[in-house]
Structure formats: structure tokens, C-alpha cells
């Protein structure tokens, strides 16, 4: 059951994340979450979140939001960086992955999701059968319901760290592998606007 909670990969950001690789290995659809993700909790797209976006688009990959935020919340986002969105997903429920990779035309082979908390996010991708990048998130002011979760999630994080030095590097599954080949190979906007307010 708990390894049903890990990401396929932890890293500190998605903006360190080497998407050109990813579409050169064959990945063509990225589900994202948005709060604390992209930006911190309600904020809109700041100049980072777009220009990754842009980014993407130019990389060639078709995007999709899913949130469990009521629409007015995604939209206001999506206003900005204009990809494909699913609202009120009810993660992690498969469902709304599995739309979403309707919406944009990909299958679990070659779609990617990347969000910041395991019970929702990455619990859900795996339902759904597809890769997962767990991020940490951005800020730590949260809902109450939130905060309480990640005192769990610290316990899952011990695991998994304990499980993927288990791993094999060479192998392509591992998270050993795909740090070594996602992670920081590529053009970073990690460092690129960290001064950006949010708000």
C-alpha cells in the first residue's frame, strides 16, 4: 500500500525540471496541479508559471491543469498561461486524470503529472497509472486540512527516501535514473524570477 503513495520522482521544484528531455524520451502530455505547485495557494499565474508555459508549448507538449478548486479559482489561473483545465477533480480519484489525458489526446505512456501533495496528487496519478513528479511545495501557509496532511506526508517522505535508496540507479523506474535524467539536464527556470511576488 505505501508504495502506492510515491512519486516516481521528489524534486525541489518544477521549474528545475528538464522538460526538453522528457519530450525527447517520448512524453507529450503534462497534467499539473496549481496551488503550491506552480504558484502559492489562490495566487494567479505570476511571470515564472507563464513563461514556462510558453516554454512547454514551444517544447511541443499539450498541458493540462486539474485542480480540486471550483472553477472560478482555475480559470483565473488558466487565463494566463492558456492550456486545458479540469476543475472540482475530486483527487485522488482517477477520474479526472484519466479526462484529462482524454482532453489532450495522450494515454498513461506518455503523459506525466506533477503536484505537490502525496494523499491527492500523487496517490491519484498512480490510480491512474501514470509517472508522477512529487514537488515541494512553495509556501507553507495552507488550510488547516492541508497542514494537518503534511505532518503525514513527512512520515511517507522517510519511506520513500529509505525505498529509493533501495533502488537500483540504472534502472529506468527508479528515481535515482530519472533525477539523473529530469532533473537540472536542461534549461532551469528555478532561479529565473524567485524575487516574483505572487500576490
Not at 533502488?167 to 534549461?187: F, H, I, L
Request: proline share 3%.
Amino acid at each position: 500500500m505505501a508504495a502506492r503513495l510515491y512519486p516516481t520522482l521528489y524534486t525541489k521544484s518544477v521549474y528545475r525540471i528538464n522538460f526538453e528531455q522528457l519530450y525527447a524520451d517520448g512524453y507529450r502530455g503534462l497534467i499539473f496541479d496549481i496551488d503550491n505547485t506552480l504558484v502559492t495557494h489562490g495566487a494567479p499565474a505570476n511571470g515564472r508559471a507563464k513563461r514556462l508555459f510558453e516554454r512547454l508549448k514551444r517544447i511541443g507538449f499539450t498541458c493540462c491543469l486539474l485542480s480540486n478548486n471550483k472553477e472560478p479559482r482555475v480559470k483565473m489561473f488558466n487565463d494566463a498561461v492558456h492550456v486545458n483545465y479540469v476543475f472540482d477533480a475530486h483527487k485522488p480519484s482517477p477520474d479526472g486524470y484519466r479526462y484529462a489525458m482524454e482532453i489532450m489526446g495522450t494515454d498513461k505512456r506518455n503523459t506525466l503529472f506533477i503536484g505537490d501533495q502525496i494523499f491527492t496528487d500523487i496517490f491519484g496519478a498512480n490510480r491512474a497509472g501514470i509517472s508522477s513528479i512529487l514537488v515541494r511545495y512553495i509556501h507553507w501557509k495552507e488550510e488547516i486540512q492541508i497542514v494537518l496532511k503534511r505532518r503525514l506526508e513527512f512520515f511517507v517522505l522517510l519511506f520513500y527516501r529509505i525505498y529509493v535508496k533501495r533502488q537500483d540507479p540504472s534502472d529506468r523506474k527508479s528515481a535515482a535514473w530519472w533525477e539523473a535524467r529530469y532533473v537540472n539536464g536542461g534549461r532551469s527556470l528555478e532561479s529565473e524570477g524567485e524575487g516574483e511576488t505572487d500576490l
